[in-house]
């Protein structure tokens, strides 16, 4: 429906829908504005809302909030916190995506999402982004069925917790050389059990050995070889535990150790026993705990 | 690659690693088994671990936790709970993906979640659950990188609120007209500000007028038209508090009232004062809060 400023919008309250889970977060409402233009208003925020501006013929959105004036470029989010007053107007239309939280919840958010100091900030709408956006309108259209509020809410956390590591991230700006360590780093983490080449794979990645080390060591505190090797001897730790009917031969082999005492002496230098009296040990805890 | 059982499978801890949000429920580790076949072993746990057996050639998997028998068609879920211990061998090759948390946060997932009572039940894999599980394991490629934990940590926890309410649904099993009266109750929510034509929407789901009221009073407590009421009622509150530019007659077109005397009286009847009163009182209240 088109409503007196002539905008395409809805407004969902789910404040009063059960929920299935106790999620800390509840949405009270979601909703969407699609174009209208209107001139300078001002508005009295009681609840915690999070805006996104996802698209707007004009270059920046203007605003002033409590008397203090920004500009931001789009798209961009907005969060309006109880309390506050909000003074803009729309020359150009704008589309609009916005859910919003009781007063109450706003100091609980704050202390577990790592928020930006200023209260309006620039995103980037990637495909994640559009997906939960997407996935939002979609759930709004069935709020009464089994689990969607619930769904909402998760959805609606998760496109908070992208918007503003989104900020963060602007802020971080990675250069070349991180976001390669880092890819190795997680390449490690997942393939630490097969023979890595280090020379093929950090070529991949276009450095020598020598610049791979260098850069390793601004993120890392130990070396690739020890980060690896300590990848290795805490899934030990897991497989001695778990499954009793495992071998160190078979551990040896597993890890991607070449010869089961070397695995021994390792694991020994690091943890003060072997692997079996590890295993024991564990056993003796686990049976007192019981 | 291969393990000593013969399995295809991957394990990536994940405990050790930063998150940029507090997330009350990080992942400690993720991973996913493909294939394998292995004679009946036991496992002792001592995380917490959803695994969810995707697929198998074998029409159930069979299991003992703690000594008792338990017998599932796929696909299904498991949960390992710290402490048990689980014996089981694997016939047929089957699919796995699992997750793990620290053993002493099962306590507050359960207190959260609506978790049945059984260990192990069976699950639907819709688009959205298997959406998930990609996510997880493209996630699981860039664990290194800019908030890639923190999104694992809620991809995971959205699954598990997934796979749990799969389970409640099974048992409750809406029937015939609890699907199209909650079908309809989402429509009201989303479109309460417009002309509804009850016979027409009604219709659509395939009742009469009054097969539709005997089965909306199974489920609520107000009427079809008190419970569009209050709808308007709340949002006009919404209204008055947030942008006091807008008169009387802009909230009674924008609600979708006739007119303005029904709208103040019906809004009087509800809160005991007229909508200006009640804008007059919320003002007051946000300035002695300030």
Redesign the interface.
Known sequence: ?R??RGEMW?????AD?PR?????FPVQSLGYTHGGIYPE??????RFEVCIRRYSQALTAAEYINGTAYRVKFPNVIMKSP?TVHTFGVEFPRDVVHFTYAAEMEAALR????FPEKPVWEIHLGTKENQLITELMDL?????????T??ID?AA??LL??L??SY??SI?R?DYYE?RI??I??YF??HY??EIDIVKLTAHYGMSRSTFLRHWQRFFRKTPGQYLLD?KL??AC?LL??????SVS?LT??LGFRESAYFCSLFRKKFGMTPLQFRHH?KIK?FQ??
């Open positions: 429906m409503n007196v809805k407004d969902l309250n789910i829908l299935l889970s106790r999620f800390p208003r001002t508005y009295h925020y009681e309390g202390s577990m999402l790592p709004m259209e069935k709020s009464h069925e089994f689990g969607v619930d769904r998760l956390f998760q917790e992208l503003i590591f963060n991230y971080l990675p976001t880092r890819s780093a997680s983490q997942l059990k097969e990848l805490q899934e897991r535990q778990e499954d009793h009917s495992l078979d082999f597993e564990a686990s705990e019981d």
